[in-house]
C-alpha cells in the first residue's frame, strides 16, 4: 500500500506565501517523479510543477517565478514554495506520484489540501 500525504494548505492573503508539504509512504520501490497538480471549483485538474528522479523540474506558466518545487529523497517528500500569491491560485493541490509501488508502476495521488488566497 502506498500512501502520499499533504500538508500546509490554508488561508493567506494576495501577495502571501504558503507551503506545502507531501510524504509518501508505504512499499515504495522506486519513484520516477513526484509532483504538484491543482483543482479549482469546476475546472479540470492542472500540472503546478513536477519534479524528475534526474532532477529536472517543469512548471506551468502560470506559476513560473512564483512556486518553487523541491525534494527530500531520504524522505520521499517533496515540497511546494509558493510566494506571490493570487486569487486565481485558489484551489485544491494534489500530490502526485509516478512510481513502483505494490500495485505497480503508475500515477498515485493524495487527498489534497485546499489553499484560499482571499482578503
Known amino acids: 500500500q502506498v500512501q502520499l500525504v499533504e500538508s500546509g494548505g490554508g488561508l493567506v492573503q494576495p501577495g502571501g506565501s504558503l507551503r506545502l508539504s507531501c510524504a509518501a509512504s508505504?512499499?515504495?520501490?522506486?519513484?520516477?517523479?513526484m509532483g504538484w497538480y491543482r483543482q479549482a471549483p469546476g475546472k479540470q485538474r492542472d500540472l503546478v510543477a513536477r519534479?524528475?528522479?534526474?532532477?529536472?523540474?517543469n512548471y506551468a506558466d502560470f506559476v513560473k517565478g512564483r512556486f518553487t518545487i523541491s525534494r527530500d529523497n531520504a524522505k520521499n517528500s517533496v515540497y511546494l514554495e509558493m510566494n506571490s500569491l493570487k486569487p486565481e491560485d485558489t484551489a485544491v493541490y494534489y500530490c502526485?506520484?509516478?512510481?513502483?509501488?505494490?500495485?505497480?508502476?503508475?500515477?498515485?495521488w493524495g487527498q489534497g489540501t485546499q489553499v484560499t488566497v482571499s482578503s
Open positions: 502526485n506520484g509516478d512510481l513502483d509501488g505494490p500495485s505497480g508502476s503508475h500515477d498515485y
Open positions: 508505504g512499499s515504495i520501490f522506486r519513484i520516477y517523479a
Open positions: 519534479l524528475t528522479s534526474n532532477g529536472n523540474t
